[in-house]
């Protein structure tokens, strides 16, 4: 996917969702998605952590992840995502983030209207 964002400086939406898609995303894969608006690549077979260039993505206001089972692979949710202030939409359900959620994570998303984090592992007050 880095590619992808790399040569499309300014696409906006970016929509994979109900594939196969597996494997895990480089640590720099969102690098250069400064513009898009709206990621889905829910209902998948992505493994691996969140990468950190998550936070590179200061437009985006809808991001799912869900029901990539292996998605998350046990961390915790990266803080890097924190970064993704204008974010509306955000939907990591049936992944496998474990331990807390970073208590400041959501401090600065004041849009955020839609949250979904069920079936995870997650853990702590």
Do not use: W
């Amino acid at each position: 996917a880095a590619a992808v964002f790399k040569r499309m400086p300014f696409l906006r939406t970016f929509r994979v969702n109900d594939n196969k898609f597996d494997g895990k995303f480089d640590d720099d894969a969102f690098d250069g998605a400064s513009e898009l608006v709206e990621f889905d690549a829910s209902n998948n077979a992505l493994i691996g952590p969140m990468p950190s260039s998550i936070g590179a993505m200061h437009m985006l206001q809808s991001l799912s992840f869900a029901n990539n089972k292996r998605f998350g692979n046990g961390a915790p949710i990266t803080l890097e995502l924190k970064r993704c202030v204008a974010l509306k939409v955000l939907d990591l359900s049936g992944c496998s983030f474990a331990g807390a959620i970073p208590s400041n994570l959501f401090v600065d998303m004041s849009y955020l209207s839609f949250l979904r984090l069920a079936t995870n592992d997650f853990s702590g007050p």
